[in-house]
T-cell receptor
Framework: GNSVTQMEGPVTLSEEAFLTINCTYT??????LFWYVQYPGEGLQLLLK?????DKGSNKGFEATYRKETTSFHLEKGSVQVSDSAVYFC????????FGAGTTVTVRA | EAGVTQFPSHSVIEKGQTVTLRCDPI?????LYWYRRVMGKEIKFLLH????????ESGMPNNRFLAERTGGTYSTLKVQPAELEDSGVYFC??????????????FGSGTRLTVV
């Protein structure tokens, strides 16, 4: 079946540091890939998505590229802010969403 | 527009008791989904309603869980009797008719359930 494996946290960074959260997947066919984010006290929000190989999703300074050859969809941001502190979930869609375990990111001032 | 509303936001109950979680989707959204995250692990699909009909309930863990969506508006998820392993965060999401999974989803803030 489909599955998503993402880097375990927690991750603690200083402001302006570079952030990478690794995500790999196992799926039949060519699923759409997503990153969701949950800020403290809020619901899950779609951060970015990519629907086919080599697509790059981007939003709020975050980027992720759909790599079919490595079955990966790593999330990156070049300079994080305190407001980026949240839990990040990688997900794929066939019919329904399959999520990774989530990575808690804390950015310190 | 109002978002997806879930309540309670937190619930602490004793093993063997009954708990009912509620989800109010965005008005007009035919699709309603329940997911849960247990013990900090991955978020797992529970079930999917289209209006009042259960489209897919393959993720429901056992018969202690009962989901309803009478009238195709709000949904309830009842756990009876609750067990320790049911502790986790239960998320609800809704989307408009015809929207495939992941596109156009709006998630609620979740209900944190603790069974002691």
């Amino acid at each position: 079946g489909n599955s998503v494996t993402q880097m375990e946290g927690p991750v603690t960074l200083s402001e302006e540091a570079f952030l990478t959260i690794n995500c790999t997947y196992t799926a039949t066919g060519y699923p759409s890939l997503f990153w969701y984010v949950q800020y403290p006290g809020e619901g899950l929000q779609l951060l970015l998505k990519a629907t086919k190989a080599d697509d790059k999703g981007s939003n709020k300074g975050f980027e992720a590229t759909y790599r079919k050859e490595t079955t990966s969809f790593h999330l990156e941001k070049g300079s994080v802010q305190v407001s980026d502190s949240a839990v990040y979930f990688c997900a794929l869609r066939d019919y329904k969403l399959s999520f990774g375990a989530g990575t808690t990111v804390t950015v310190r001032a | 527009e109002a978002g997806v509303t879930q309540f309670p936001s937190h619930s602490v109950i004793e093993k063997g008791q009954t708990v009912t979680l509620r989800c109010d989707p965005i008005s007009g959204h035919d699709n309603l989904y329940w997911y849960r995250r247990v013990m900090g692990k991955e978020i797992k699909f529970l079930l999917h309603f289209v209006k009042e009909s259960k489209q897919d309930e393959s993720g429901m863990p056992n018969n202690r869980f009962l989901a309803e969506r009478t009238g195709g508006t709000y949904s309830t998820l009842k756990v009876q009797p609750a067990e320790l392993e049911d502790s986790g965060v239960y998320f609800c999401a809704s989307s408009q008719a015809g929207r495939s999974a992941g596109h156009g989803y709006t998630f609620g803030s979740g209900t944190r359930l603790t069974v002691v």
